[in-house]
Structure formats: C-alpha cells, structure tokens
C-alpha cells in the first residue's frame, strides 16, 4: 500500500446506509472486513403505497453503529481509533430528505425510493410536458417515475406547509440520504472540530446519487437549468455535485471518530460495482431490498431502447473521467422475503426461506409477481399490483416460497435481456470461455438455492465473490483512494483476491424459454389493478 509500513495499524471504514438497516464497517490495508455492526430502523408506512423514513432515526443508527464497531475493534485488540484514515459512505438512492438550514431538523419524513405517492404527479408532467415519459431522458438518462427524487421533492413543495415556507425564506436544503448524513457528520448547525473550531456542516451530493434526482445532466454533471425551469426546482435548495473520490470534510465532535476525513461517497449501487471491480463491459446484480444491474458502458452514456437507465457508474476523483453505466432496477427482491416473514408468517426469519424452498422439487406451476408498488425495469408499470397464480389444492408453503426466489430471478433476466440488447456483442466482456458472467452481491447471495436458480433462468454463470457485502467495500475504495491508502491499480488489480463461488447453470434451453414464457404471462397479469378496491 502506498507508502505505509506494514507494522503500522492502517484502516479505512464505510458508512453502510440501506433501505432497511445501517453499517459501519472497518477494513484493514488489504481491504478485508474487520470489525462491523449492523442496525434495522423503522420503516413507516402511512398510507398505501407510502414508505417514509425518520431522518433523525437515521442519523442516530450512525452513530450507534459507528460507537459499537469501535467497541468490537477494541475487544478485538485492533487500535481503530489511531489508525484510521479515511471513512467512505454509501446509501439508499433516490430517497428524499428536506430540512431546516438554521434549525437543522427535517422538515418531513424521509420519502423512501419506493414510495408511490407521486404517481398523480407524474402523469401530469406526462401530459404538460412535450416529451412526455421520456422528456428529460437525453439529458439526464431518467424517465419521468415515482421512483426519481425531483417528482417526490415537487410532492414535497406542494403538499407540506413546512417545506412550501422553508422553500420561500430560502431556508430550505434538499438532499438523497448521503447529503444528509454528510451535512450532518460534518458539522450540521453548531458544529466543532476536536479543536473547538466551528464547523459548517458540508452541503454536498456525490455525481452517482445526483444522477439518480432526474435533475443533473448526465454529460456535464452539473444541475441542469432547463429541467429545473421545467419543474419549477428552486437551485438554491439543491447541495453541490462532486466525485465519488475526494475529500469531503472531517466528522465533527459529537460523532465517534470525529476529526477523521469523510473521502468517498457514492448510492449504493454504483459503490457495488466498485466493489465488484466492474470495469467497461462488465455488470454486477446486488440483491438487496430491491435488486439491482448494472454494466459499466465506459466513457460514454449508452441510452437504453428497452426500458433501462442511463446513469453514472463511478467517477474516481475530480479531475479523471466519468464511467457510465446501463441500470435496470427491480423494486421488490429480498422485501418480498421480509414480506413472507413479517406479513404471512410463513417463515419466522429470512434464513429459512431456502430450506423451505428446497423442500419441493419446483415451484408447482406458481409464479409470484412482487409488484407490491408497480414495476420498474424494463417493464415501468406503477399499475401493476403483486399476483401469485397458478394455484392449486397442490400448492404448498414450499410452492410459494419457491416461487418468490424465482421472481427475483426472473426480474434480473429480464434486466439482462434488456442488457443485452442495448449493449450488443461489442459492449459485453467475456471469460476465456467465451461465457457472459454475472457478479453478484448483497444479503440474500448467501442464499445458495437463489444463486443456482438465477444461473439455471439465465443460462450463464453467477459469480459469488467471497465478501458479498460489496456496497460497503466500494465505499471504502473510494475514500482509500482519496485518502491515498490504495492506488487505483492496486484497487483494480484486486486488494483482497478470495475464493469466488461459481454456479453453472444446469437447466436446458428449452425447459429454460418455456420457464421464461410462462413468466411473461404471469407478468402480463399484473397489469392494470392499481385501482382494485376493497
């Protein structure tokens, strides 16, 4: 590593910040995961279709996560206090924070990526706007979507009294979550240095999280005039755009490890593909509460004809180029898990979705569609309500859960036919094989079952690596880029080379394209039942 003896403590950390829990995890020189704590929030649910966050809850769940993986390092022997260098942080996209800049507190609930409530507005811009869906796609790679942090703020501006004032004294500040958190980390209102200093909180945003508000022009990464004219978006409100890799600021007192520089920062899915060393012709699929694709495209923004996203895959430093990224993004995976947990009770943790899975030798002819709040990708359905058919006096438990882990792998099929298509021969890597590989990463890859039936619906390889917590890592990459603790070669020749797991697909193609078939007729079904009513 750059410089550093190796008798000296050297560690670089990763905030960690999800739909459902927060991270922090600390890694050592040779980027491998050593001491960590993990922490679920709330989620609240105030009408149909709504998923809202508490934002202060949020930043409390840093803080213990931070204090609590010091204590493990500790226990441990590991001096993390002295050595750390630099700490990176990675969050939920799209989700919408407004608050007060000279009280500090938010103004509404977080407003969760998954949230619906928007769709009304949506169609209104449809219909106002000439380009329809697909106005602002050349400039910013996004159609018009509930999903999109612009439309949830423009809810914001019209439906909450607290953020129309804030908005009109220009005490308003918007941000995706890693604005939050890092205007907070960095001062906030009444922020000190471990000197005693004021402290201004950092009111910034990352290129990756700013390509996913609808707003920045994807070429010149800035805010741009014309789509916020269009959408009536005041930019005072809006923080500065900056790279995935440079010093941001130092945590302020009040946090654990205050003083330690804040140097990286990207969504969470442009830090997996960062942490899965996915370079131009190479995609990643993190499996999380959604999941989600993406092939790194190069220098060069690739517009989708079939239904994905263009978007920003990294930009390591400001002053190097821009890769992009063709997106596909799946709005119910591991949630339709939780769901059978939480909701059904039909499994008691997330863990035993698998053996109750394997417990039948198919899915009985059941196919279960998560359309719990419409479809993303490639489909862009807000209408489509969750199915599950085919049901018979035959199907069991084992049937259903079964047809939930392949739900998820029918929706990154999906993703990746659509991959395909745009990207061509040219705009895929292959092995010496000449096989397409997918990486994969996220919580529900330890789900061995899920894996081998993602290979066999695919028919190519699904490549496991032996640290699937991926998102945190890229992080990490990041700020020890900045931080100079790695070098990008030694990033992207493999810090940590481990033991991958391989999964081959074992399905034939015709048993393949009649699964797939049936698929899209389940698919089919979902559609047009947003207005079903008790």
């Known amino acids: 590593m750059a410089g550093k003896e190796e008798a000296e403590e050297v560690y670089v950390a990763s905030i960690d910040q999800g739909t459902t829990s927060t991270r922090f995890i600390v890694y050592d020189r040779h980027a491998r995961p050593v001491a960590s704590h993990q922490l679920e929030f709330k989620q609240h649910y105030p009408e149909a279709g709504w998923v809202e966050h508490d934002p202060m809850e949020i930043i409390d769940s840093v803080k213990t996560c931070m204090a609590a993986t010091l204590d493990k390092a500790a226990a441990n022997g590991l001096n993390v206090d002295a050595g750390l260098k630099a700490i990176g942080i990675t969050n939920q996209r799209e989700t919408t924070v407004m608050w007060s800049n000279s009280t500090g507190l938010p103004l509404y609930n977080a407003i969760v990526w998954m949230d619906v409530r928007t ?26 979507s509930t999903y999109f942090s612009a439309l949830k703020l423009l809810w914001l501006m019209e439906n909450v009294d607290a953020v129309k004032d804030a908005v009109q004294a220009g005490d308003a500040l918007f941000g995706t979550i890693d604005t939050w958190l890092i205007w907070n980390l960095t001062g906030g209102i009444g922020g000190k240095d471990t000197d005693g200093k004021e402290l201004l909180g950092q009111h910034v945003t990352d290129c990756s999280n ?16 014309p789509t916020l004219e269009a959408l009536g978006i005041p930019a005072g409100i809006l923080p500065k755009i900056i790279s995935n890799s440079e010093k941001i600021g130092v945590v302020a007192s009040g946090f654990p490890l205050a003083g330690v520089s804040i140097s990286g920062c990207l969504g969470d899915q442009h830090a997996a593909m960062l942490g899965q060393l996915c370079q131009k012709g190479e995609a990643k699929s993190t499996y999380g509460t959604g999941a989600f694709i993406l092939l790194n495209t190069g220098e060069e ?35 339709a898990v939780q769901w059978l947990r939480d909701s059904l009770g039909i499994i008691s943790s997330a863990a035993e ?3 109750l899975a394997e417990s039948v030798q198919d899915s009985g002819g059941i196919y279960f569609v998560p359309a719990f709040n419409g479809l993303f990708a490639p489909w862009w359905r807000d209408d489509a309500r969750g199915i599950c058919i085919g049901i018979t006096r035959f199907t069991n438990k084992g049937h259903i859960a079964r047809a939930v882990l392949e739900s998820m792998c029918f929706q990154v099929n999906d993703v990746l036919s659509s991959m395909h298509k745009d990207a061509g021969e040219a705009g895929e890597v292959k092995s010496a094989e000449g096989e397409f590989l997918l990486r994969v990463d996220g919580g529900a890859t330890v789900n061995n079952l899920l894996m081998q039936i993602q ?7 699904v490549v496991r ?21 790695w070098t990008k070669e030694e990033i992207f020749a493999g810090l940590h080379k ?37």
Request: proline share 4%; charged share 25%; net charge neutral.
């Open 210 to 225: 700013a390509s996913r508000t609808m707003l920045m022009n994807l070429k010149t990464l800035d805010w741009d005039k």
């Open 301 to 335: 923004v690739t517009q989708s004809s079939h239904g994905l996203l263009s978007t920003i895959a990294y930009k390591l430093g400001p002053d190097v180029p821009t890769n992009y990224a063709l997106e596909g993004s799946i709005a119910i995976a591991g949630a």
């Open 455 to 461: 290979a066999d619906l695919l028919g190519s390889p």
């Open 353 to 355: 979705i698998e053996g």
């Open 498 to 534: 481990e033991n991958t797991t391989v999964f081959r697909p074992k399905l034939d193609d015709a048993h393949r394209k009649k699964r797939g078939d049936s698929w899209y007729k389940a698919v089919s079904r979902s559609f047009d039942l947003a207005d079903l009513s008790l």
């Open 465 to 485: 690596p032996a640290d699937i917590e991926t998102t945190a890592l890229g992080a990490a990459y990041a700020a020890g880029l900045a931080a100079r603790v």
């Open 119 to 144: 769709s009304s507005i949506c169609r209104r811009l449809e219909s106002e706007l000439s380009g329809g869906r697909t106005h602002f796609v050349e400039t910013c790679g996004l159609p018009i």
